[in-house]
């Protein structure tokens, strides 16, 4: 059975850094897509960051870039996110995904963690 | 980025009505859509992909059509576990966006 359990949320104050952690369980970690999705409280769903299944290509969000990291340890079947500079509007549960398999399913997210949320006030 | 307007926002529906749902991209993205399915305090499920393919699991009621920068959602007879919100989302270019969402609550 496919697991995601993102770790790592909480409160942190406007500024500050925060690395979230998704552990993946049942299936090979190493040859799938990643993503990170978040969403606000009471609103829509918001795609963070994408990161290629060897962790050579990686893709942000306009609202992210410069401020987060996503990274992959393959041996560890564990994906990242650092986020730094945090601001309010960061406030969400981020959800960590993984991409679909198939030709037609790449870019499609099939399985999500149950999120963790972070919240981003003084 | 590519922009995905959904309409309607909110839908009041009985079960047993057909619901349809309208996805509208900024422009043409194909077939490389999305659907999925959100109940309050889960992750969302995956529905349907490449406009109309319907994900192992999901129930016959749910279909998807269209292509370029029109597409539906449309459940045949709604069921009481389908009251939920539902999103499209667009996997034409690498910044994957997702429609604002449409609420179908029970009337």
């Known amino acids: 059975e496919v697991q995601l359990v993102e770790s790592g949320g909480g409160l942190v104050q406007p500024g500050g850094s925060l690395r979230l952690s998704c552990a993946a369980s049942?299936?090979?970690?190493?040859?799938?897509?990643m993503n990170w999705v978040r969403q606000a409280p009471g609103k829509g769903l918001e795609w963070v960051s994408y990161?290629?299944?060897?962790?050579?290509?990686?893709y942000y969000a306009d609202s992210v870039k410069g401020r987060f990291t996503i990274s992959r340890d393959n041996a560890k079947n564990s994906l990242y996110l650092q986020m730094n500079s945090l601001r309010a509007e960061d406030t969400a549960v981020y959800y960590c995904?993984?991409?679909?398999?198939?030709?037609?399913?790449?870019?499609?997210?099939?399985?999500w963690g149950q999120g963790t949320l972070v919240t981003v006030s003084s | 980025d590519i922009q995905m307007t959904q309409s309607p926002s909110t839908l009041s529906a009985s079960v047993g009505d057909r619901v349809t749902i309208t996805c509208r991209a900024s422009?043409?993205?194909?077939?490389?859509l999305a659907w999925y399915q959100q109940k309050p305090g889960k992750a969302p499920k995956l529905l349907i992909y490449?406009?109309?393919s319907l994900e192992s699991g999901v129930p016959s009621r749910f279909s998807g059509s269209g292509s370029g920068t029109e597409f539906t959602l449309t459940i045949s007879s709604l069921q009481p576990d389908d009251f939920a919100t539902y999103y499209c989302q667009q996997y034409n270019s690498y910044s994957r966006t997702f429609g604002g969402g449409t609420k179908v609550e029970i009337k």
């Open positions: 990161i290629s299944s060897s962790g050579s290509t990686i």
């Open positions: 995904a993984r991409e679909g398999g198939g030709m037609a399913t790449i870019g499609t997210f099939d399985y």
């Open positions: 490449k406009a109309s």
């Open positions: 049942g299936f090979t970690f190493s040859s799938y897509e």
């Open positions: 422009q043409s993205i194909s077939s490389w």
